[in-house]
Structures are given as structure tokens and as C-alpha cells.
């Protein structure tokens, strides 16, 4: 399949004019990449922003995970690429004004299922190879599982964050019903939350539950970025099997 032909952006030019040739090769290198991810979060999020303007996000997350590729780390260029385009790309989104309340949610149960994904490639590159397929398959199904288990916290989280880090309380339009599902699952929810080892609880807890960002929540605790990404989805996957267990 030919490699799409995308336009010219901002994030073209600048590489062109002002990086090595290494950043460039890698950038221009993983374009395909940024179509992909864009219809695949369009289809995410609905119709509420243009594919163009996710492409548009994305080369500049990719341009930045050119800069930032660090070959020390053992991780595949593509693989950390894919992160920042997606990352990108919510965070270029979230930014937007005007979006749907139910758009918003769907930005916070895709970013928390990003974290995810990115906390267990972390383990994986930092890990020995898994020796059976046995052992792989169950990678793989607590990954998918963690996964799905942050994209669901995400969705029904209570609060928002805005671009700036501070929280947004969203009056939602849920009927009587919606309202009592979404406070039941909450609850069951904070109630998980509990039962985890402390840390991964508070970092849980206050970056969901209490509206806190990440990063200040990970910074406040004495953890890594990496490190609390690796809770974090250390985290979901205990949830994932808690709610396994109860189902």
C-alpha cells in the first residue's frame, strides 16, 4: 500500500529547516503513522473536530518524539512515536473550545487508556523477554484488560482538567437512570480504589476521583513520570481483575 501523501504543515518546515538529518529522517520516517492514529481517534471522538486538524497535531508530536528520541532506552522509535502522536493529538483536541461534554469524556477515557498502554510498554522494554507463550499470552490480556478498565474510569470520571491543569466540574445532561448508573459505578469504583496498595491508591484516586493532574499528582508523591505510568497501569490491572471477580 503506498505511503499517504500529507500537506505541507508548520511542523514540515520546521523540521526541514532546523533539525538533523537523523530527527528528519525519523520524523518524515513515521508520517504514515500520524494517518493512522488520526482515524483512529476521529473515530474515537466522533465528528466534533476535523481529521485534518489531528493531523495536524500529530506531526507535531511526532516532530517532538523525533527530538526527544532517546536510542539509550531500548524502546522502538515507532513505539514511543506512537504515544506522542496520541498524546498529541488529545491534548490538541482538549485544547479546542466549544467541544461536546461528550467529547470531553471520551478525550479523558482515551488519555487514561494511553497511560495505560504506555505504562506496560514501559515494563516491557525494561523486562526480560517473556519466555513462554503462555506468560505472553497473559501480557497481553492484562495489558488489553488495563486498558479497557482506564478508558472506563476515564469516561465516568467526575471531574475535568483543563489545558492549564485546573479542575472543571462538567454538569452532565444524563437522564435520571444514566445519573444512577454512572454514581453506582463510581462508587464501586472509589470503593476498588481503596484496596489498592496506598500509592497506586493516591494516584489513582486524586487524578481521577479529586481532578488532580498526573503529573503533579506523580511529582507530589516523589515518582518518575515513567515510574507513575507503570503504577498507573500496575493500578487498572488489579481493578480490572477485582471487577473480574465481583462480576
Do not use: C
Not at 82 to 97: H, K, L, P, T, W
Not at 103 to 122: C, K, Q, V, W, Y
Not at 148 to 175: K, S, Y
Not at 183 to 194: T, Y
Request: hydrophobic residues 40%; charged residues 30%.
Amino acid at each position: 500500500m503506498a505511503t499517504p501523501r500529507f500537506p505541507s504543515s508548520d511542523a514540515t518546515v520546521t523540521a526541514r529547516g532546523a533539525d538533523t538529518p537523523e530527527v528528519l529522517a525519523r520524523f518524515e520516517g513515521e508520517l504514515e503513522l500520524v494517518e493512522i492514529i488520526g482515524r483512529q481517534v476521529a473515530r474515537s471522538i466522533g465528528s466534533a473536530v476535523e481529521l485534518d486538524d489531528l493531523r495536524s497535531f500529530g506531526r507535531e508530536g511526532l516532530l517532538d518524539a523525533a527530538r526527544k528520541f532517546d536510542t539509550e532506552r531500548g524502546v522502538p522509535f515507532r513505539a514511543y512515536a506512537n504515544f506522542r502522536v496520541r498524546g498529541a493529538m488529545i491534548d490538541g483536541v482538549r485544547a479546542m473550545s466549544q467541544l461536546p461534554r461528550r467529547t470531553h469524556e471520551r478525550l479523558n477515557g482515551l488519555t487514561a487508556s494511553l497511560r495505560a498502554s504506555e505504562g506496560a510498554a514501559d515494563d516491557s522494554f525494561s523486562s526480560p523477554v517473556t519466555s513462554t507463550r503462555a506468560q505472553a499470552d497473559q501480557a497481553l490480556a492484562d495489558h488489553l484488560a488495563a486498558m479497557a478498565t482506564a478508558l472506563a474510569v476515564g469516561l465516568i470520571a467526575p471531574t475535568r482538567l483543563g489545558e492549564a491543569g485546573e479542575r472543571v466540574q462538567v454538569t452532565t445532561d444524563d437522564n435520571p437512570e444514566e445519573a444512577v448508573v454512572r454514581a453506582q459505578l463510581l462508587s464501586a469504583v472509589a470503593e476498588a480504589i481503596e484496596a489498592l496498595p496506598e500509592e497506586e491508591a493516591s494516584l489513582v484516586r486524586r487524578h481521577y476521583l479529586e481532578g488532580e493532574r498526573f503529573d503533579q499528582v506523580a511529582a507530589s508523591l516523589g515518582l518518575s513520570k515513567s515510574w507513575a505510568s507503570r503504577l498507573h497501569t500496575r493500578a487498572m490491572q488489579k481493578l480490572a481483575k477485582r471487577f473480574r471477580e465481583r462480576a
